[in-house]
């Protein structure tokens, strides 16, 4: 008799979802622009307490849609190169309600310096740049995906909630 995969059982590995982000050193992100159109980027990024930080320059697609607030999501994802199954690679995606910072507030100054420390002396310079911007991804909710049968619905805490199960996995 054939085993279909909702009749396998397979053990969900525990939860890493901090050990992910703190092994990455940028964030990709998911925006979309006025006309509905996605673009696709990444950046450098601080995590302070649940929320990250970008530096960002209206260069960049990417900036005008964050700057206006439109829906974003953001990726953590581990590397390929130490992935032993590329179709269960761990991740962690999570909407984000974005927001800018002003570069010369209170939060700005912190945020520029601890991008200074984690990024290096090239934050000094684009962060006196006019066209870069400070952005605040705060999370609303996400998914954590460690393997197969191992996906987990995610806060924004960044904590897990609850054992995705079943939930949008059945075959269509």
């Not at 696709?40 to 990024?45: D, G």
């Not at 179709?87 to 310096?113: M, P």
């Not at 952005?135 to 191992?150: C, E, M």
């Amino acid at each position: 008799m054939n085993q279909t995969h909702t009749e396998k059982k397979i053990k969900p590995v525990a939860p890493k979802v901090q050990e992910l982000i703190n092994a990455s050193k940028s964030v990709i992100l998911a925006t979309v622009d006025a006309g509905g159109n996605p673009n696709s980027s990444y950046a450098p990024f601080v995590q302070l307490d649940h929320t990250f930080y970008i530096l960002v320059s209206f260069m960049a697609k990417h900036t005008k849609n964050l700057a206006d607030g439109r829906k974003t999501s953001i990726m953590f994802i581990k590397d390929e190169s130490a992935t032993k199954q590329i179709y269960a690679r761990e991740r962690l995606t999570i909407e984000a309600a974005t927001s800018q910072i002003e570069k010369d507030s209170e939060i700005g100054n912190i945020v520029v310096a601890k991008l200074r420390k984690t990024h290096g002396k090239v934050v000094e310079v684009i962060s006196e740049m006019g066209d870069f911007i400070l952005i605040a991804l705060q999370p609303v909710k996400g998914s954590y995906v460690n393997g197969f049968g191992s996906a987990y619905f995610v806060d924004a805490n960044l904590e897990i909630v609850e054992h995705r199960n079943d939930v949008n996995h059945q075959a269509k």
